[in-house]
Structure formats: C-alpha cells, structure tokens
C-alpha cells in the first residue's frame, strides 16, 4: 500500500434538504441522492507524489440511498497535474490504498456501478468554509455555488454544523444552502439545498483525528 495523505478544503451540494439524512443513516431526502462536490489538496503527497494546490471532484447519481449502490460518477482532475500526479489522485479518489471503507473516497467507490473516465480540466474553485461561500467553475461542466443557510423572516444568515466524531470524511462540517448546474453523463440542476463546507485531513487508514470525542 502507498502511503499517501492529504490536507484539501471541500464544498459538496446534494439534493437532499439542509441537514441531509445521510449523516444521520437515514433515507435520502427524495429516495435518491444527486451530489457534486469538489475539493483542493492545501498540502499531501502519494508516496513521494506532492499533490499540493490541486484540485479534483465529481459529480454523482445514485437510484436509491447511497448504500444501495448503483451508482454512477463522473470524476475531473485539475489539468494542471502531471502524468504522475493524476494517477495518484485517480488511486486516491476511487478508494485504491486505502483500507477498506476508511474514507469517503473507498465508501463511495464501493457503490459504483458506472465511473465515467475522468475529465482533466481548469477548475476554478474558491471555498471559504469559516464563512459558508463557494463557488466551483468547470467549463462545460459544471457551475457549483454555495451561500449560507438564511432565516426566512429576518433574512439573517443561519449558522449550523455537524460534528462526526467517528465519520470517514470529516470531523466538522459547517451547513449552508447549494446551487448546482451540471452537463455530459450526469446531469444536475440542484436549488437551495443541503451545502457542506469542510476542512479535510484524510490518509490511507482513514480521517486523521483533531478533535475529542
């Protein structure tokens, strides 16, 4: 097994309403479940592979709850990585040298049925996390926006998060509202719903722990 870590900032919008009951392992708010989500690595490697300032994501569909399986994915790579590079994020993103359902990227890949070949292309991505705005930018692919959550009297933005002490993608998230657009194999159109904003710290065993339990 390659070692490899990585230390990225993530936004992913899904269609189920804020909350999602897929952190709780409860049914998808529609019984089905429509996601894109992207992240940049701010620091990690595979094996001695810098993966640092990159960029990736996916766009995904499955027929029922997650867990059901099913699914389809069409994964994008930042064009500006190497030969090398891409391997490695490919390895990392479809759940190769890692154990067995420790991260989000092994879960994921255990529910596919279909995986597009990746697309390697610009990815124009700003996530602010601590203030809930994102905006991811695929040519030709996907438009992804993220704000937060507003009061529906005063208008005030709402703050809320979910904390997963023993989850396999984070350990806090912060909750806002998304907006996706997507063209080619799977197509989105997801308004004001459930947003994730996180800080990720991930290796071949799983999220590497900061905070208590």
Known sequence: MTPWEIKATEFVNCNCSYGC?????????????EAAGAFRIEEGHYGEIKLDGLRMGAIFRWPGAIHEGRGKCQPFVDERADDRQREAILKIMSGQDTDPMATIFAVFAATMETVYDPIFTAIDFEVDVDRRRARVSVPGLLQLDGEPIKNPVTGAEHRARIDMPSGFEYELAEIGSGTTSTNGNIKLNLQATYGQFARLHLNNHGVVRHRST
């Open 21 to 33: 009951p897929c952190q709780f392992n409860a049914p998808p708010t529609h019984g089905y479940c």
